[in-house]
């Protein structure tokens, strides 16, 4: 008798064991495939996760703890405790001039030196710097109008408001940020926004410059660091580094919602 041909033994039906041994092979591939997708699944969930984390953590012992100096700024003559209140608004301005200082020299980097990468810092930076300065202006007239006494004016308070250099620079910065978060929508290149992003950067910083050194009508020159009691200076500055730090936690926080947005 001869030997089957391969091609006959390859058409030869399968007994019971071949197909059981199949059917376990299958079954093991499916179930490594399915852990496989599982711990990739849950790897990038950790992932996010910590991306999430580290801001949050960071603005909470930021804001806790320039909340809790606010608490201790010493009271002065004439507001009492009610100055905490405008020196958290000082802080924070503080603050928002290290957040555009550093979005200008980056988004300048960016540009320059064709860092695609960046491009992210750029935009963290840019929504963290208006968002936080549009909320501290709104805080800052706010504060203005528990504590500037308008009793003797003829007029009413928003036209004392307006009169004030550091009012309209803080307006003046709050109507251009919103411009430069409109720019995307009508420019595509990422080299063009980070252009307008740096030059809005250094720009702000030269209009509060200009406004600190115009006068003022209402706006003392300088109240906090021309104090004479140095736990006044000292609170404030802590104050500030709190909220610096704070700030920082929001610009991280914000890339981690772009990246998040871009995968």
């Not at 030869?12 to 711990?39: F, M, V």
């Not at 996760?49 to 010493?74: C, E, H, N, R, Y």
């Not at 608004?89 to 980056?106: E, K, S, Y």
Request: with cysteine; hydrophobic share 50%.
């Amino acid at each position: 008798m001869t030997e089957p041909s391969p091609k006959m033994k390859s058409e030869a039906p399968r007994g019971k064991s071949d197909t059981a041994t199949i059917a376990k092979t299958e079954s093991a591939n499916l179930n490594t495939s399915d852990t496989s997708e599982s711990t990739t699944t849950s790897g990038t969930a950790l992932r996010q996760t910590a991306d999430w984390k580290l801001p949050v953590i960071v603005i909470v012992l930021g804001l806790v703890s320039g909340l809790v100096m606010t608490m201790q700024f010493p009271p002065v003559i004439g507001l009492g405790t009610l100055v905490r209140l405008p020196a958290f608004h000082g802080a924070l301005t503080w603050a928002n001039f290290i957040i555009f200082g550093v979005m200008g020299m980056v988004a300048f980097y960016a540009f320059f030196a064709h860092k695609a990468h960046l491009y992210s810092w750029v935009k963290a930076l840019r929504f963290s710097a208006i968002g936080l300065w549009i909320f501290n202006f709104a805080l800052g007239l706010f504060a203005s109008s528990l504590t500037w006494n308008f009793e003797a004016g003829s007029q009413p308070a928003i036209f004392y408001f307006l009169q004030e250099p550091r009012v309209q620079m803080q307006f003046l910065v709050s109507m251009m940020g919103l411009v430069i978060l409109v720019l995307p929508l009508i420019f595509i290149k990422w080299r063009t926004l980070s252009l307008f992003d740096g030059i809005y950067g250094f720009l702000t910083l030269i209009l509060a410059y200009i406004a600190a050194n115009a006068g003022s009508s209402l706006h003392p020159p300088s109240p906090v660091m021309n104090a004479e009691e140095s736990i006044i200076r000292f609170t404030f500055l802590t104050m500030a580094l709190s909220l610096i730090i704070m700030s920082s936690g929001v610009v991280m926080l914000v890339r981690s919602c772009i990246l998040a947005k871009m995968k």
